[in-house]
């Protein structure tokens, strides 16, 4: 098992539904063992630790923070003139034959607008789109992502052949590390998700990238919901929180992006 892997495993289960699962497996194997009193304590905290996260003002101060540095790091940029627009992977999910014939389009697809936007207004004369595959890694049948926004861009009119494929990258530090390669030192603009943009910012920066960086997916403050289901605990509230947290614990610890340095 390689570190990316591992990495994937520790961080889903540090958070719910996962946390909830190993909760429930830890409280079972501690009561097998007589540990009662630990066995409640565990399977209490995994409980609260869902239960809070689930609430979405708790979601929204969590996206907050992440979003209040990524409009300080996007105020102030100009809409031209780039080598290439950088897509970061995240905004579809590539073809897996026989399964899925066809690439599906996530949450996050509105990085691929933009770029063919800021492609279509003059901003680059080329876009890059980085995103790999573990099952293509593994021998599988998937295409990458990268081949699956490519073929969105060109049906979004951008041509296909302005378009350059990295589909090698399995993480956002590969994404830039082998972008840095591609540009040679080149100014690029960098399009992902308001949620990422720090965390990508400060990759960029350690690969001594020259680049801006621009946002998507941000969150809208008021979205009409009533008083009482925002004070609700709800699905969306949880996985936005998960993703949150996960985004502020790799910008405090996570240290692997220190290889970019050149």
Known sequence: ??????????????????????????????????????ASVVLGLAILQTLV??????????????????RRLVAGNKPCCYEAIVV????????????????????????IWLAARMFHAGAAPKIIVTGGSLSEQR???????AEAMRRFLVALGVPDDVIVSEGKALNTIENIRNVREMVKGSRVAIVTSAFHIPRAA???????????????DWTVPDDGTVWWDYWMPSIGALGESAMAL?????????????????
């Open 1 to 38: 098992m390689n570190t990316f892997i591992l990495l994937k495993i520790l961080a889903n289960l540090m958070l719910p539904p996962a946390s909830l699962a190993l909760g429930v497996v830890l409280w079972l194997s501690m009561r097998l063992f007589g540990w009662r009193r630990l």
């Open 53 to 70: 996260l689930s609430f979405t003002p708790l979601s929204t101060l969590l996206n907050g923070i992440l979003e209040a540095e990524a």
């Open 88 to 111: 970061l992977g995240g905004g579809i999910t590539p073809a897996q034959p026989p399964h899925t014939m066809e690439p599906e389009l996530t949450d996050a697809s509105d990085r």
């Open 139 to 145: 021998g599988g049948p998937a295409t990458t992502e």
């Open 202 to 216: 400060k990759l960029a920066r350690w690969a001594s990238l020259d680049f801006a960086i621009f946002g998507v």
């Open 246 to 262: 996960k985004e502020l614990i790799a910008l405090r610890f996570d240290r692997r992006g220190e290889v970019l340095a050149p």
